[in-house]
């Protein structure tokens, strides 16, 4: 269905003038004979060219910006930095000496004048069962006594007869040469101040029952009979028994370098 002048008569152009406002524009028509040649547009040479322009051109102006400023020759005072330098004094290093003074506190210590002591310690064969051996070091060597000297051993009856020959009227004496037969037995050589009493005193009581919370036997002994540790009970037994348990030479005496910040 067309009018009159041969065009359709229900084309959305013709029925909406509005339409042909925001249609794009068609491409010319050209002659036929001509091929089509599209418009000029910028060259990727032109514009890597212009780039690199653009670029130089940032460059100059910021080097420019940049450049110091020239100081001038006929001044006359140096200026305010030289005059700085010039009056400072220059320290050298000076190299910590090896050997300490005789007032560092920390070098130097009262030990030798103290009357320090060696205790003979032995974890008996059910601390050794339990695996006691190294929380029982650890409270000697926290409270900062120096281990001179330890040894697993299996010492045999007649050995245990000696050790315990103060106890050999007492009934229960077979039985405690029995147990201690029965396992082996860390002996060990703690030095320090006091050692034999505070020894005794980080051990706690005969019966762990009677024994500080804080002691040995108060934490990990219930029983007179596994009280799991022994210890010198004077300065003189401790000799003997040292003696008894270890061999000349086997008890070594040494520095330990926390010294200084255990004694004063």
Known sequence: MSDSKGQAAFRPENTNPAFDVWKLPRKPKQNVDQPYTRPRAWSPHFLFLGICGILVVALFFGLHSAAPTAIPQNFSSPPPFVTSLSQTSIVPLQTPSTTSSPSDPVKETNISK???????????????????????????????????????????????????????????????????????????????????????????????????????????ALSVGRNVCHGSDSVENAKKEIALWFKEGEVISWKSASDPWVYE
Request: with cysteine; glycine share 10%.
């Open 114 to 220: 103290m009357a320090t002591e060696q205790t003979f310690i032995a974890i008996k064969p059910d601390g050794v069962q339990r695996g006691l051996i190294a929380p029982i070091i650890a409270r000697f060597e926290q409270r900062g006594y120096k281990l001179a000297a330890i040894k697993m051993t299996t010492p045999g009856k007649a050995h245990l007869e000696k050790h315990y020959e103060d106890l050999k009227d007492k009934k229960f004496f077979p039985g405690l040469v029995e147990y201690m037969n029965s396992g082996p037995i860390c002996a060990m050589v703690w030095e320090g101040l006091d050692a034999v009493k505070t020894g005794r005193v980080i051990l706690g009581a005969t019966n762990p029952l009677a024994s500080d919370p804080g002691s040995i036997r108060g934490a990990y």
